[in-house]
């Protein structure tokens, strides 16, 4: 590949990815600019690598089932400030806990997921269904209750390849002797 269709094809595919809103598969750049996956791969990774030489405020990393521009960690509180001083639609407490049940035991039935948090959940399934943060993947042998999973679009928005990538979390939990002892104080 001449240099001039090696920049010329860089060119595009960092336009794509300033433009897409989900992860966008090699394959389907592959098909949008009419060369071989291969050499689409080729130019993503040499993107990933140009901008961490470059240090710059963004990387290029693979996402659920494609890749995705991210800003770079270091510069989350400026970012987040940013993206938050207008955000009026954030998730309630409850949500995030019903996020976070889902996400660690998946799939899960809305009945596990409210004995798990305690209370009802259904509304708060709903609005997880409805942002597309999680979704009804089949049913439960035992009791023909819905399963929910989280979806790409969970993913995408932790930085995730994979729910093998959440932290664990054990470190987070309080140990057994303070649970016990805490049950026992009136």
């Known amino acids: 590949m001449t240099a001039a269709i090696d920049e010329h094809l860089r060119g595009a595919v960092e336009a794509i990815l300033f433009v897409v809103d ?3 598969p090699a ?17 993503l990774h040499a993107l990933a690598s140009e901008y961490e030489r470059q240090h710059r405020g963004f990387t290029l990393r693979p996402a659920g089932e494609g890749w995705r521009l991210y800003t770079r960690e270091e510069y989350a ?6 993206v938050t001083e207008g955000q009026r639609a954030r998730l ?6 019903t996020l976070a049940v889902v996400a660690y035991r998946q799939p899960v039935t809305r009945s596990r997921i409210s004995a798990i948090r305690g209370v009802s959940v259904d509304g708060v399934i709903r609005t997880l269904l409805s942002r597309g943060l999680v979704a009804e993947e089949g049913s439960d042998p035992q009791t023909g209750g819905g399963l929910y999973v989280t979806t790409e679009l969970f993913l995408e928005k932790l930085g995730l390849s994979s729910v093998s990538e959440l932290p664990d979390l054990a470190p987070l939990l309080p140990d057994v002797e ?5 049950d026992s104080n009136p």
């Open 22 to 24: 989900t992860p966008v």
């Open 27 to 43: 394959a389907t750049l592959a098909e949008l600019l009419d060369v071989e996956e291969v050499i689409v791969t080729e130019q």
């Open 77 to 82: 509180e400026h970012v987040e400030r940013y």
């Open 92 to 97: 309630t407490q409850a949500a995030l806990e």
């Open 178 to 182: 303070s649970v016990l002892s805490e």
